[in-house]
């Protein structure tokens, strides 16, 4: 079975801590993505790769940057949490071309609460 | 800009019953994909079906029913004889590209299913 797998899915930082959100797929996907997900916005794209070393903006990047280091590892980082970074993100992943680009694999979400 | 609307915040319903989540959406593209994907209560997203725009064939798929109606920019989503296994919060997108990171979702419908 397919998988994307988030590391945690429940974290607790104080403000101005540095935090890590770890994501880890195993499809040989080129395409990762973190998405934020906040109740009645829906999701919100924060950064996506489409290959090692790659990154582009998404929709809401301030306060966040990411690192892919490896093609099935995609972090998150916020360099100094704030509280109105308190959030669900999920990861997700798809491939680069043909019919499947565009439909996503989704991990199932890391709930940060920033006090 | 493209833009999702899921007028409907939350909907309760007894099992059995049929239940229509709508989903209306804003593009002035020609060509674009319109998905609806589930989140149940694990936090994983599932893919659940991808329409492009040249294809207004509705879709069943079991239980399931997609209406798809360009006149009115529209992709509804029926669940039929409706099961409490049904709860979850349903999201509706729009993608301009095949690349994935133009995705645009609405804000969810959470679909509550009573026994």
């Known amino acids: 079975d397919v998988k994307v797998t988030q590391s945690s899915r429940y974290l607790v930082k104080r403000t101005g801590e540095k935090v890590f959100l770890e994501c880890v797929q195993d499809m040989d996907h080129e395409n990762m993505f973190w998405y934020r997900q906040d109740p009645g916005l829906g999701l919100r794209l924060i950064y996506f790769s489409y290959d090692v070393k790659m990154k582009e903006k998404g929709d809401i990047p301030e306060g966040y940057s990411v690192s892919r280091e490896k093609k099935e590892r995609f972090s998150l980082i916020l360099e100094s949490a704030s509280t109105n970074q308190t959030s669900m993100y999920l990861c997700?992943?798809?491939?680069?071309?043909?019919?499947?680009?565009?439909?996503?694999?989704f991990g199932a979400g890391s709930r940060l609460t920033v006090l | 800009a493209q833009k999702v609307t899921q007028a409907q915040t939350e909907i309760s319903v007894v099992e059995k019953e049929d239940v229509t989540l709508d989903c209306v959406y804003e593009t002035r593209d020609t060509t674009y994909y319109l998905f609806w994907y589930k989140q149940p209560p694990s936090g994983e997203l599932v893919f659940l079906i991808r329409?492009?725009?040249?294809?207004?064939q509705n879709e069943i798929s079991g239980r399931y029913s997609w209406n798809f109606q360009k006149s009115t920019s529209s992709f509804n989503f029926t669940i039929t004889a409706s099961q409490v296994v049904d709860s979850a919060v349903y999201f509706c997108?729009?993608?301009?590209?095949?690349?994935?990171?133009?995705?645009?979702f609405g804000g969810g419908t959470r679909l509550m299913v009573k026994p």
């Open positions: 997108a729009l993608s301009i590209n095949n690349a994935g990171n133009m995705l645009t």
């Open positions: 329409r492009n725009s040249f294809d207004e």
């Open positions: 997700a992943s798809s491939l680069r071309s043909g019919l499947g680009a565009n439909v996503l694999t």
